[in-house]
């Protein structure tokens, strides 16, 4: 069993930056993916930011050149998110695939960009 926690969320204004923690515990073996999601009342969550088992790094096109994504889930994974903008308000949830398409899911932590 994997548990994955977010921490760093918080209010900030317009332009800002905020950095989001994952913590795993639990072993995690076999990783297809590990990646940032985010949702807003009423919509459906949608992938901000995705490192893949070869190697690769996905963005959102809405979060391009101010989100990064870094660290390792066997760690800690990070979001990094600068120039942040109302529209980014959403809970941000930290979330692995493993091997058989299993998933693990945090609990989410709330971002909000207001002035």
């Known amino acids: 069993q994997v548990q994955l926690v977010e921490s760093g969320g918080g209010l900030v204004q317009p332009g800002g930056s905020l950095r989001l923690s994952c913590a795993a515990a639990g072993s995690i073996f076999s990783l297809n993916s590990m990646d940032w999601y985010r949702q807003t009342p009423g919509q459906e969550r949608e992938l901000v930011a995705r490192?893949?088992?070869?190697?690769?790094i996905n963005y959102a096109d809405s979060v391009k050149g101010r989100f990064t994504i870094s660290g390792n889930i066997k760690s800690t994974m990070y979001l990094q998110m600068n120039s942040l903008k109302p529209e980014d308000t959403a809970v941000y949830y930290c979330?692995?695939?493993?091997?058989?398409?299993?998933?693990?899911w945090g609990k989410g932590t709330l971002v909000t960009v207001s002035s």
């Open positions: 490192f893949t088992n070869w190697g690769g």
């Open positions: 979330h692995v695939e493993i091997a058989g398409g299993v998933n693990y």
